[in-house]
């Protein structure tokens, strides 16, 4: 197999949601407060990988798809279950088109930030 | 009319001000408000780029006119070209690639004239930018196309074709491989050129696209093109008529559009006042018509393309422009030369003659005295 032989700390400390809606940044946001519980933070909501919220611009054109961005509360590492706990939890407002862990790699992000974030 | 204005990084301060001493040379009705934008935004804690003052001015005032600018290396933060274009929504970044008189290509050399109109969408595709580490040894970058993107985008394409009396509009593709992204892409655009039946529409693969290209160019007249694609087919059409510093930009919105010269910030040279700054003036006059400044523009245009009417700006493109590129260097330093012990111009742009500048001073009081004074 193709591997690389040294490999630094893996952490998931995040996750992407993409989820289908037609309903206003604000909107989703709000809806998804109720689902980051104790252990997970809203960071942004973007669009076409664009920030639409906390802050934004009117003039960005939207699509019915978001990411939004969850992190953890208090900056501790996750586990898989903790996702799944959200995932089932977000998928009673909404439709889950996909989603992607947040790992950092050593202090490494192994993601890439929104535009304008 | 107002418009916001970003010099930029690196080359972009002086390339600026010779743009907008030119402007100001033809008596140009434009007013300035300049924006705080570029890399050193960043080191001041601006993620993206930009200062609040500078979104509110530039959502204000519609328009942003904009050097190149320098996006920090190894920081994690977002080009923040690519964040204005995204952030305003100019969906469709316009290209226009013409033989320009004076410089020397292979095209040229031959007789082929170029006249080819790149439309490249400018949202979406991997510039979404959208990527995450799958595995310590696995890298992913999602690419979105969507529907409403792609109409918005091959709509405005079509319809600037029909303007400008386009014989064919062509759709660059490769939904050989990306059957779903790209074959989306490719629905929209014959979904969109049934509306537009007085116009030729066909498909290319890009990588068959690029070879017709550098073959016979002059058998395209408009390409449209999804993102990543464009931004290569671009600069290979920029390279038929001379290079990025001959390729102006203009990124379309509804709501704001950006005007920009597309090339680097040059940093080995900035300072030094010797940057070309044709892109920029070439995008910006792309914006005077825009803004429905045509007589404007089309003055400052012959002036820098084919030395007619108004040799004053053309003097100012002369002190200003120092011509780096190789094509044109050893032309503009002989006529140079030659100007300051001759009685007649000429341009340095075609070699072609024109009126001395005293005579000129006599008919028509055109510019100031100081002028005269850095060329002579």
Not at chain 2, 16 to 32: G, R, S, W
Not at chain 2, 188 to 214: G, N, R, S, T, W
Request: glycine share 8%.
């Amino acid at each position: 197999m193709l591997v690389s032989k040294e490999m630094e700390q893996e952490n998931i400390v995040g996750v992407d949601m993409f989820i289908e809606s037609d309903e206003q940044p604000e909107v989703i946001a709000k809806k998804c407060q109720r689902h980051g519980g104790v252990k997970f933070n809203i960071i942004n909501v973007s669009n076409r990988g664009t920030q639409v919220w906390p802050t934004g611009s009117v003039f960005t054109n939207l699509v019915n798809q978001y990411n939004v961005r969850f992190e953890s509360l208090d900056g501790q590492p996750l586990n898989q279950q903790d996702i799944i706990g959200l995932y089932v939890s977000l998928s009673g407002d909404f439709k889950i088109c996909s989603l992607e862990l947040l790992n950092m790699w050593g202090d490494k992000k192994a993601y890439s930030l929104s535009q304008g974030q | 009319m107002k418009i916001a204005v970003a010099k930029g990084d690196g080359i972009g301060p002086e390339i600026m001000d010779a743009v907008l001493d030119i402007f100001k040379a033809n008596n140009t009705p434009l007013e300035y408000e300049f924006v705080d934008m570029g890399k050193w935004v960043f080191d001041k804690g601006f993620s993206n780029g930009m200062t609040p003052e500078a979104k509110a001015t530039i959502e204000n005032l519609g328009i942003l006119f904009k050097g190149p600018m320098e996006t920090p290396k190894g920081k994690g933060v977002k080009s923040v070209n690519v964040t204005a274009r995204k952030t305003w929504n100019t969906y469709a970044n316009k290209r226009v690639f013409q033989t320009l008189h004076g410089v020397d290509t292979v095209f040229s050399k031959a007789g082929i004239p170029i006249d080819i109109t790149v439309v490249r969408e400018n949202i979406e595709d991997t510039y979404g930018g959208i990527e995450h580490m799958l595995t310590h040894d696995v890298a992913l970058s999602r690419r979105f196309i969507t529907r409403p993107g792609s109409l918005q985008v091959i709509r405005y394409a079509f319809e600037m074709a029909r303007q400008k009396n386009a014989r064919r509009i062509t759709c660059g593709h490769k939904a050989n491989i990306m059957k779903i992204t790209d074959g989306l892409f490719l629905e929209c655009f014959y979904e969109v050129a049934k509306d537009y039946p007085e116009l030729k529409a066909d498909d290319v693969i890009v990588d068959d696209l690029c070879m017709k290209l550098v073959i016979q160019p002059d058998k395209f007249d408009v390409v449209v093109l999804t993102n990543l694609q464009g931004d290569i087919v671009s600069d290979l059409c920029a390279g038929l008529v001379g290079g990025l510093g001959f390729a102006p930009s203009a990124n379309i919105g509804d709501h704001i559009c950006i005007f920009e010269a597309v090339h680097g910030t040059a940093p080995d040279i900035a300072g030094k006042n010797i940057a070309n700054p044709t892109a920029l003036l070439l995008s910006g006059i792309a914006m005077l018509r825009h803004l429905g400044y045509m007589q404007n523009a089309a003055e400052i245009e012959n002036a820098l393309l084919f030395n007619r009417e108004y040799a004053p700006v053309i003097l100012v493109i002369r002190v200003k422009q120092r011509l780096t590129h190789r094509n044109l260097r050893k032309r503009s330093s002989a006529i140079l030369v030659k100007n300051q012990n001759s009685t007649r111009k000429s341009c340095c742009l075609t070699g072609r003659r024109f009126k001395p500048y005293s005579s000129l001073r006599k008919t028509r009081c055109l510019f100031p005295k100081k002028w005269n004074r850095k060329i002579l």
